[in-house]
């Protein structure tokens, strides 16, 4: 089967987020990037932190797709990814087998890759609990993967209920998971980094308690 056939392809030429975007970006919350940006590009809710020690991340995406329960793709796209990357992998949400456990999390750290994403389910806890980067995921399962393909690496996938395509920004943090197009990422963070100060002086306001409430008020007297 060729290199480029569909179900076997791997695509490494493509544009990632400037590392000066994306040390800001690992500086604001998500839940500021997702109110910036509509709240369009934000995972669905229920996926997990499964390292307590890395509390979360911001690079440029790598993305996986995989058959379900397979994870050999995953395994070659942790073999590709460069330092500071994301590895996104669509496991079509199924978790009856493990994607990923502690060695291939062991083996992604030791390459620098900055944080994992798996649609899907994990194994290994306890390995991963300790480890050094984020791995994201909706469920853990005992039961391993099969290695015999289908899959691709660095094409556009779905995975959290959002359409990412490689070099895609990538953000975390115990909130969960938000993902900005590449070429939207430097407005939108721009303008998260300015409603973070905004943010901080509600938070002084509070305090203080001179936060102007007047909106609430207004929008009740709106409603039709």
Not at 60 to 73: C, E, I, M, Q, Y
Not at 119 to 127: E, T
Request: charged share 20%.
């Amino acid at each position: 089967m060729p290199a480029s056939q569909i179900g076997n392809r791997i695509n490494t030429a493509f544009d990632r987020v400037a590392q000066s975007l994306v040390t800001t970006a690992k500086n604001l919350p998500v839940a500021v990037i997702g109110d910036i940006s509509h709240r369009l590009f934000s995972f669905h809710g229920g996926f997990q932190n499964y390292s307590k020690k890395a509390r979360g991340f911001a690079g440029s995406a790598l993305t996986v797709r995989v058959r379900p329960g397979d994870n050999l793709f995953l395994h070659k796209a942790l073999d590709i990814a460069q330092a500071g990357d994301i590895v996104v992998c669509n496991g079509g949400g199924a978790i009856d087998n493990a994607l990923l456990g502690e060695m291939m999390g062991r083996y992604a750290a030791s390459r620098g890759i900055a944080g994992i994403v798996i649609d899907g389910a994990i194994r290994d806890q306890d390995g991963l609990r300790d480890l050094d980067i984020p791995v994201y995921a909706r469920a853990v399962t005992p039961n391993g993967p099969w290695k015999s393909g289908p899959g691709e690496v660095g094409y556009p996938i779905a995975a959290g209920g959002l359409s990412i395509a490689s070099g895609d920004l990538v953000v975390a943090d115990d909130d969960g998971i938000i993902v900005i197009p590449r070429v939207e990422a430097q407005d939108i963070i721009e303008k998260a980094k300015a409603h973070a100060e905004v943010e901080k002086q509600w938070a002084q306001q509070i305090s203080t308690r001179t936060w102007p409430r007047g909106w609430v008020d207004k929008a009740i007297s709106e409603i039709k």
